[in-house]
């Protein structure tokens, strides 16, 4: 069950002094996309090395919990592509396809 994303949003804006080192509440906090939230997350993979793969297993984090992807998940997305190893990257493109677009430069993806 999801929690209402105002709660989500209070709770990991709460604690994210020390959520915001583990790959999963980077992930959630994308997927739950408030303002608020985005901006903890760019302002805390400002500071993680581009060495460390941060979204590995994103969409299978987000599968598990019953989170499906959509178009304004992927924009929340847009600026980290270059972070992608070629899994996520598959998953990008596997997302587009599920929601009608046929490839991630229809949405103004662009590979690095």
Request: hydrophobic letters at 40%; proline letters at 5%; aromatic letters at 8%.
């Amino acid at each position: 069950m999801l929690i209402p994303s105002v709660d989500a949003e209070e709770l990991l804006s709460k604690h994210w002094k020390h959520l915001q080192y583990s790959p999963v509440m980077i992930h959630a906090a994308l997927a739950v996309g408030t303002p608020e939230l985005t901006d903890l997350v760019k302002d805390t993979l400002q500071i993680v090395p581009e060495s460390v793969n941060i979204f590995e297993h994103f969409f299978i984090h987000l599968q598990m919990v019953g989170i499906k992807s959509d178009l304004l998940l992927l924009e929340r997305l847009k600026p980290y592509v270059h972070r992608f190893d070629e899994h996520t990257t598959r998953d990008i493109t596997e997302a587009c396809s599920k929601l009608g677009k046929t490839k991630p430069e229809s949405i103004g993806y662009t590979q690095t």
